[in-house]
Every structure is written in C-alpha cells, then in structure tokens.
Nanobody, 127 residues
Framework: QLQASGGGMVQPGGSLTLSCAVSGVTFDEYAIGWFRQAPGKERDGVSCISHSAMSTYYGNAVKGRFAISRDDYKNTVTLQMSNLEPEDTAVYYC??????????????????????WGKGTQVTVSS
C-alpha cells in the first residue's frame, strides 16, 4: 500500500514537499517513483529512486528543481519540490516496483514498470 501526502496550493517560485508512505512490501527492496498527471495530459515520470538509493532519476522538466530521497527506517520516500511553476500543477502519484526481482526504475520515465500505485495528491501552482 502506498499513501502520498503533502500536496496543496503554492505560488509560483514556492516549494512543497511530498511524502510517500509504503507498507505491505519489503521496502528496502523496492524502487519508488513519482509520477504526475495534469488534466487532459498523459501521466509523466517525475522522479525515481532505486531500491539501494544508489540511483536517482528525474524527468527533464524537473531536473535541478526537485530532489528525491528515501528513509528505509521509516518506509517513506520524499520529493522536495522547489521553484515551482504553474506547469507543475498536477495530481502526483507515488508508485513502487521490486528493485531486486522486478524492473525497479529501469523503465522510468515511463510508468509501465511500476506494479504498485497509491492514490494521488493534488499540487496546484498558481498566483
């Protein structure tokens, strides 16, 4: 089970931190990804962190502005978002896939590699 939280409304240039709490799997064996979907658009890959945390990946639109991290003791993944733009407005989803026996982050930014999905959290960037 994955539970995303931390969404909200922020002005352009502002910051938000999203969290994904994971349960029901061996967390430290799973890669965790963040994806987003704006109205009328396809779901895009935002970021992904491997099960070992040795590798992180970012979508081109967020490189240099977003940072992903994981805490294997708390079974959570955090997405720190800064310098937010109106184009970042979307529903953000966290997803997981087995990084040992599955595909992990290997298909990122496509979402096809992720087996487990949580409900999304809305992020709105507007003045």
């Amino acid at each position: 089970q994955l539970q995303a939280s931390g969404g909200g409304m922020v002005q352009p240039g502002g910051s938000l931190t999203l969290s994904c709490a994971v349960s029901g799997v061996t967390f430290d064996e799973y890669a965790i990804g963040w994806f987003r979907q704006a109205p009328g658009k396809e779901r895009d890959g935002v970021s992904c962190i491997s099960h070992s945390a040795m590798s992180t990946y970012y979508g081109n639109a967020v490189k240099g502005r977003f940072a992903i991290s994981r805490d294997d003791y708390k079974n959570t993944v955090t997405l720190q978002m800064s310098n937010l733009e109106p184009e970042d407005t979307a529903v953000y989803y966290c997803a997981a896939d087995d990084g040992v026996l599955g595909r992990g982050c290997s298909t990122f930014p496509r979402d096809s590699g992720m087996k487990h999905w949580g409900k999304g959290t809305q992020v709105t960037v507007s003045s």
